[in-house]
């Protein structure tokens, strides 16, 4: 199997120390294993993309020295893809239209909680003749995707009794059982966007060849929302690496949000692109910067 890896960022504000982290591990697990490495812009927030910001994440990483097999790729071009597979979930009546707030989520007093918050508590599953000409999102009805992969795969005779189970492989975890059903009726095609991250990453993933996903633990909690997708749409499910995230002087992770220093500045700044990702390869981090305990 020739390894395939990807780094996927949103342009949607200025990389990071964190992305340099992640990119050169994406980048790094594939060449050592003498595979691909594909750069793909995950664009679709039309609301926040920036073609200025597309622009700033080719110019660090190859200040960073890090090299793209092929083409980048544009999720924005690939629109097509995630609407079929939109059709195909609403087709095995696994879809239902959303039209509440998060601020109706947020005072609902019968919102359940999950390892991220308030789940959303159902509101809008079964309306009878929605009005789709009101802005709403599309939800992935869990308890039903979960019950089409059990009626798929009946328990075999003599078997444990516990039912059909998901699992993936990761490189730092071992073998994970997954367990969607903790993340509730997740969004897969947004009021502002024609898919949601959970959708788009999962086909883009299958349909580029991505064997390996190498990314931040903060998103391991959403592979489990990956790996029933997988399974819904018969996709492949590709090995999984999710490494400690940077940690800033407050202990909180790296994020443009929190104002973590860009690439850019330090670019500008004068300093050397290729000698800071062999020190953070090495593990020699920044002044006041840390790596999480994995």
Not at 2 to 11: D, E, L, Q, Y
Not at 64 to 72: K, S
Not at 275 to 281: G, I, N, T
Request: charged residues 20%.
């Amino acid at each position: 199997m020739v390894v395939h890896t990807r780094f996927a960022p949103s342009p949607t504000g200025r990389l990071h120390l964190g992305h340099a982290w992640s990119a050169i591990q994406a980048h790094d697990f594939a060449r050592v294993a003498g595979g691909a490495f594909t750069l793909r812009i995950e664009d679709i927030d039309g609301t926040r993309s920036r073609p200025e910001h597309v622009a700033a994440i080719l110019r660090d990483l190859e200040w960073l020295g890090l090299e793209w097999d092929g083409e980048v790729t544009f999720q924005s071009q690939r629109l097509g893809l995630y609407e079929e597979a939109l059709d195909r979930l609403r087709a095995m009546g696994l879809l239902y239209p959303c039209f509440c707030t998060r601020a109706d989520i947020a005072a609902s007093l019968t919102a359940p909680h999950g390892p991220e918050g308030a789940l959303y508590p159902g509101t809008c599953r079964g309306l009878e003749a929605p009005d789709l000409g009101k802005p709403h999102c599309w939800r992935l009805d869990m308890g039903r995707a979960l019950a089409t992969l059990q009626t798929r795969h009946p328990p075999r005779r003599g078997g444990d009794g516990e039912g059909f189970q998901l699992f993936w492989q990761d490189e730092i975890a071992g073998r994970v059982r997954a367990g969607p059903a903790s993340a509730g009726d997740v969004v897969l095609a947004r009021k502002d966007a024609p898919a949601s991250y959970h959708l788009a990453v999962t086909i883009d993933d299958a349909a580029q060849g991505i064997t390996h996903v190498v990314r931040g633990v903060d998103l391991f909690a959403a592979t489990h929302v990956h790996r029933l997708l997988q399974a819904l749409l018969g996709l492949p499910t590709p090995e999984y690496r999710h490494h400690p995230l940077l940690l800033g002087p407050d202990g909180t992770r790296l994020a443009k949000r929190h104002g973590a220093p860009s690439l850019e500045a330090m670019r500008l700044a004068g300093e050397d692109g290729r000698a800071l990702a062999e020190r953070l390869r090495a593990g020699q981090l920044p002044v006041g910067i840390a790596a999480a305990q994995a």
